[in-house]
């Protein structure tokens, strides 16, 4: 009988060891860059809040400015936030008669959004 050589080449493979609670030094940050990188962040988010703020007093600005023009024609505006219409509620009111002038969105699209509320939490009440 042949003897047949079956042996197959040996692969080198990396022998890899991890060790529990050893990191790695090159990848932890050296302190001054962690502060470097909290120093930007802070910067970062005191210039947002500022432009929200400026923002804000704009915004007030505006509808500051809306009231006195509607108040000199006889009318009123109301502002108001309806969560099932995702943003806001504006209303023009006859200052004599009180009645509703012009709503935006329409009331019929208030009423639909506020339907379609009630259905989803019908759907998944029902679901869950």
């Not at 090159?26 to 703020?53: G, H, R, W, Y």
């Not at 400026?54 to 006889?74: M, P, Y």
């Not at 935006?104 to 339907?115: F, G, K, N, Q, T």
Request: proline share 6%; hydrophobic share 40%; charged share 20%.
């Amino acid at each position: 009988m042949d003897a047949i050589n079956s042996s197959k080449p040996v692969q080198n493979k990396p022998n890899l060891s991890l060790s529990a609670g050893a990191a790695s030094p090159s990848n932890t940050p050296a302190p001054a860059q962690v502060a470097s990188n909290f120093s930007e962040i802070t910067s970062n988010n005191k210039k947002s809040v500022d432009t929200l703020m400026s923002n804000r007093q704009e915004v007030e600005n505006a509808l500051a400015e809306l009231r006195k023009l509607a108040d000199n024609s006889g009318r009123s505006l109301g502002f108001s936030k309806d969560p099932a219409v995702s943003g806001p509620v504006i209303t023009v009111t006859d200052n004599n008669t009180g009645k509703v002038v012009r709503q935006i969105p329409v009331e019929v699209v208030v009423r639909v959004a506020h339907s379609i509320e009630k259905m989803k939490g019908l759907l998944f009440d029902k679901v869950l």
